[in-house]
């Protein structure tokens, strides 16, 4: 459930330190700069499941479940239409969002794009885990 209730959660937003900590502990996880030095790409398995910018942690670009993306844009006043993304798909998250919604969004992002992946992938990320 992406989702989460006030009462559950910290409003304390996230750091980029501890935000690239959370991201490069996924299983499989890389980061990379492909679009320049400004901005920080998180990927499993060559796919994309996080960008933001490096010089001002202002935003996150997350995949989402389309319904879902509609809902949390109507729902929150931080989440947008993923911005230079297929707005379908992706959501910009604000920094400001509480870190926990912020993790478990980038948690669902991982693992949608997780479940993209070629089986042979997603079974040698399977097998990492376990060792």
Not at 33 to 62: M, Q, Y
Request: hydrophobic share 35%.
């Amino acid at each position: 459930m992406l989702a989460t209730t006030a009462c559950s959660i910290s409003l304390t937003p996230m750091n980029i330190e501890d935000y690239r900590d959370y991201c490069l502990a996924k299983p499989g996880a890389t980061e990379e700069t492909p679009f320049g030095p400004d901005t920080l790409v998180f990927k499993v398995g060559g796919k994309l499941f996080a960008l933001l910018g490096i010089e001002r942690f202002e935003s996150v670009n997350l995949k989402c479940d389309p319904e879902q993306a509609v809902q949390l844009r109507e729902q929150y006043d931080y989440v947008l239409p993923g911005y230079h993304m297929n707005k379908k798909h992706w959501n910009t998250v604000l920094s400001t969002a509480p870190a926990a919604q912020l993790r478990a969004w980038t948690d669902h992002s991982y693992d949608l794009v997780r479940a993209s992946l070629p089986r042979a992938v997603r079974e040698e990320l399977n097998r990492a885990e376990v060792e």
